[in-house]
C-alpha cells in the first residue's frame, strides 16, 4: 500500500508489520537448489524497497527489535508489538487428551516445514502412542498426509481456545519467517508449558527455561517433551510464568498508547514543519 500513499501530501506513516526481507532470506535455508536463487534474489530487492521506501513516510513503525534490527535506515522505526487479551486467552480446567499442540495457517511455508519438522523428526523419538493434534485453516496436501491414528489435523477450528485447552504441550520448531508469533503469545496467556525456537523468542524475549523453553535439535525437542510428559506437576510454574509473562509484556494498552502516541507526534510535526 505504500506505493499508492507515498506522495500524498498528509502526515503518513508507514506499518511495516514484519521485515519481509528477513523472512524470505531465512526462507533460503530451507528451499530446494533452484529456489534458493530466487528467494535470495527477492530478499535483496525486499531489502532495498524497505530502505528506500522509508523515506517518503514521516512515521515508521514494525512489530519487534529484530525485525526492526534487520532494515538498515537512518530513520528511526518505532516497534508497536502485537497486543493480546489475556481474558479471554485465559486457562481452562478440562481434560487434556493431547500431548503435543501446533496451530497456525497450516497453508502458509513456516508451518508447514514445523508441521513437517514434528512429525518427521520429533515425533519418531517419542513413544508412539504419544497425541499430536495440528489445529488451523488451509492445511495443505503434504499437512493433511500426516493425518494417523495419533496425529489430527483439524482444519479450521471456530474457537482456537479449545485446542489449546485440550493440549499439554505446545511445539513450535519454527526457524524460518519473521515477525511476531501471535500463536506462542496465546499458548503461553492459556498457560501452556511452550517449547519453541531462538528465532520465535527472538520476538517475545521470554526467559528460557522460565516463561518458556528453547530447543533447536529434534533431540532436544523430544529430551523436553519426555521431561514434561512424565511429571508434569514439577513444570507446572512455566505455565504459571508464561502467562504472567505475556500480562505484564503484551497488554492492547501498553501497545495502543506507543500507536496513538506516534500518529499524534506525527501529526504535529508535520503542523510544526
Not at 512515521?59 to 508497536?80: F, G
Not at 511476531?180 to 520476538?203: D, F, H, R, W, Y
Not at 533431540?219 to 502467562?243: H, M, Q, S, T, V
Amino acid at each position: 500500500m505504500a506505493e499508492y500513499t507515498k506522495d500524498l501530501p498528509y502526515p503518513k506513516i508507514l506499518d511495516y508489520m514484519d521485515a519481509f526481507s528477513l523472512n524470505y532470506s531465512r526462507r533460503v535455508k530451507h528451499e530446494s537448489f533452484l529456489k534458493k536463487a530466487f528467494f535470495k534474489m527477492e530478499s535483496k530487492r525486499l531489502q532495498r524497497y524497505e530502505v528506500n521506501i522509508a523515506g517518503s513516510f514521516d512515521k515508521l513503525t514494525i512489530i519487534s527489535e529484530q525485525d526492526s534490527k534487520s532494515i538498515i535506515t537512518s530513520k528511526d522505526i518505532t516497534v508497536i508489538s502485537n497486543g493480546l487479551n489475556a481474558e479471554y486467552f485465559k486457562p481452562r480446567t478440562q481434560d487434556k487428551p493431547y500431548d503435543l499442540l501446533f496451530v497456525g495457517n497450516m497453508g502458509y511455508h513456516p508451518n508447514i516445514l514445523a508441521a513437517k519438522f514434528i512429525v518427521n523428526k520429533i515425533k519418531p523419538l517419542l513413544a508412539t502412542e504419544t497425541k499430536l493434534q495440528i489445529a488451523g485453516a488451509r492445511p495443505s496436501g503434504a499437512v493433511r498426509a500426516f493425518a494417523s491414528e495419533h496425529v489430527e489435523i483439524t482444519g479450521w477450528v471456530d474457537d482456537i481456545r479449545t485446542a489449546y485447552a485440550s493440549a499439554k504441550i505446545f511445539v513450535a520448531p519454527i526457524f524460518s519467517g519473521a515477525g511476531q508469533q501471535n500463536k506462542i503469545l496465546e499458548a503461553m496467556s492459556m498457560g501452556l508449558i511452550c517449547i519453541t525456537t531462538p528465532t520465535v523468542n527472538e520476538a517475545i524475549g521470554a526467559e528460557n527455561k522460565k516463561e518458556l523453553f528453547i530447543a533447536t535439535k529434534p533431540e532436544e525437542f523430544a529430551k523436553l517433551i519426555k521431561e514434561i510428559l512424565a511429571d508434569p506437576e514439577a513444570f507446572k510454574i512455566i505455565g504459571l510464568n508464561a502467562r504472567k509473562f505475556v500480562k505484564e509484556h503484551f497488554s492492547w494498552a501498553i501497545e495502543n498508547k506507543k500507536l496513538n502516541d506516534v500518529i499524534i507526534n506525527c501529526r504535529k510535526e508535520k503542523e510544526n514543519a
